[in-house]
């Protein structure tokens, strides 16, 4: 990375809070982080896109700078995976240079494509520049932040799905399984064949695998429908699927 010298902290109602998604642990905890914090932002930072996807269910970040190449899940579909759920502000910050990458990680939904290594004063200007842009920063500075935050809830033994903002979206008996044995997880990863089993052991007839990528898929879509809210269910490449959801003491698989 280039020298810098940090200005001047901005001054925003709130700092920015940016997140830095890079797997290479020298360049994020040594550069990147104190870089962005010196410029007055509110930083942190993970090493994989399951990592990020967990903490980004239980907090609110308004912008994240991406590497490309992570360990777990090509950053360019996190890119994607992004823009369709949320107006967070996206910068690739990537090794790779020329116009079919650069082209490529803006059809991903990203805002800005820099190239490593970064002028450190480029990169902070571009991400102050990207919050001043953000719809997310008007409601942000408008409204305080709430001490704890609003999160979806599964009740009725795990029968129905209740949003944040009380929308109550009935399950059927294999989108009751699937989430209850997410959420039995407690925001950690379950593996696609650790759902199958589940489903294969609860009197679901589960017998093609393209099935539960299907059942998931609809159940995103209902919980939208009808909550018109997005359910936290992420896919985590080379994982399975992580879902972030408050249960009842009561809930149980379906028998």
């Known amino acids: 990375m280039l020298d810098h010298r940090p200005p001047t902290a901005y001054s925003t109602a709130q700092p920015v809070h940016v997140f830095v998604l890079e797997d290479h642990e020298e360049l994020r905890r040594e550069v990147l982080l104190p870089a962005l914090r010196a410029h007055g932002f509110r930083v942190q930072g993970a090493a994989t896109a399951a990592e990020f996807y967990r903490l980004m269910l239980a907090q609110r970040f308004d912008i994240v700078v991406l590497d490309i190449g992570l360990p777990d899940e090509d950053g360019l579909a996190v890119a994607k995976h992004l823009r369709s759920v949320s107006d967070i502000g996206i910068v690739i910050l990537t090794g790779h240079e020329?116009?079919?990458?650069h082209?490529?990680?803006?059809?991903?939904g990203a805002d800005f494509y820099l190239v490593k290594p970064v002028d450190l004063d480029l990169l902070a200007a571009t991400v102050q520049n990207l919050a001043r842009r953000l719809p997310a920063r008007q409601v942000r500075d408008a409204a305080p932040i709430p001490m704890q935050p609003l999160r979806w809830r599964l009740e009725a033994g795990g029968w129905r799905l209740v949003s944040p903002r009380g929308k109550v979206v009935a399950l059927t008996a294999m989108e009751q399984c699937i989430a209850a044995t997410l959420a039995a997880a407690h925001g950690q990863p379950v593996s696609r064949?650790?759902?199958?089993c589940a489903l294969s052991q609860n009197a679901c007839d589960f017998f093609d695998p393209h099935r539960l990528e299907m059942t998931i898929h609809r159940l995103r879509r209902k919980a939208l429908s009808i909550?018109?809210?997005?359910?936290?269910l992420v896919t985590v490449r080379g994982s399975g699927y992580m879902l972030a959801c408050d249960s009842d003491s009561s809930m149980t698989l379906s028998s």
């Not at 082209?103 to 991903?108: I, N, V």
Request: net charge neutral.
């Open 193 to 196: 064949d650790a759902l199958i």
């Open 227 to 232: 909550a018109n809210e997005i359910l936290p």
């Open 98 to 101: 020329g116009r079919h990458h």
């Open 103 to 108: 082209l490529r990680a803006l059809q991903s």
